[in-house]
């Protein structure tokens, strides 16, 4: 028996695959793909190179008897400890922060600043919780009276709705801001 091929299915008239853009932008990458990897710098290889201190440094590039070649894959953590020469900088540094004829305020004096500034903060947010209870009853769930020259609905009415309920949202931003004020340990 002989197989016939129907002339419809032989492989010289299937129709050409259509493939998807980012299917042939992923095959041109990998044709080239060798020819980039070839093109790129040989690296000359790391180089660990430890001072008179002990510390240890990585690079590029040999400069002399302190330093030795580092094959294969370079992994570091970096130390959480300071080293002596680091630690002995920043000893230094910590005294020299502020300078010398800078005012200082004895403890006794800030919290004097610190209780008053908290009263004064605490007054304003009663006078702020205040102000807002009171626009929120004259608001009436968005249904304020109107006034005598004003018509409900009409374009002046509106105004005062519109101005009411702004007045409402910035007194509710000022409690948020005065509660934060308040929020901290130091008081």
């Known amino acids: 028996m002989s197989s016939v091929v129907p002339p419809l299915l032989s492989p010289t008239r299937l129709p050409a695959a259509r493939l998807p853009r980012s299917v042939l932008a992923l095959l041109a990458v990998l044709a080239l793909l060798p020819a980039l990897a070839a093109a790129a710098p040989q690296l000359d290889g790391i180089y660990v190179c430890v001072d008179t201190e002990g510390q240890k440094t990585y690079q590029?590039?040999?400069?002399?008897?302190?330093?030795?070649?580092?094959?294969?894959?370079?992994?570091?953590?970096?130390?959480?400890?300071?080293s002596r020469s680091a630690a002995a900088r920043a000893a230094s540094n910590r005294a020299t922060i502020s300078p010398?004829?800078?005012p200082r305020v004895d403890t006794t004096t800030q919290r004097l600043r610190d209780s008053d500034r908290r009263r004064i903060l605490q007054e304003e947010l009663h006078t702020e919780e205040e102000r807002l209870a009171r626009l929120q009853a004259e608001f009436n769930h968005g249904r304020p009276q109107p006034a005598a020259d004003e018509l409900v609905g009409a374009p002046r009415y509106r105004e005062h709705v519109q101005r009411l309920f702004e007045d409402i949202e910035r007194s509710e931003g000022n409690i948020a801001s005065l509660r934060r004020e308040l929020t901290p340990a130091r008081y």
């Open 60 to 82: 590029n590039s040999s400069d002399g008897g302190a330093c030795r070649r580092v094959d294969g894959l370079v992994a570091t953590i970096p130390s959480t400890e300071l």
């Open 100 to 102: 010398a004829s800078f």
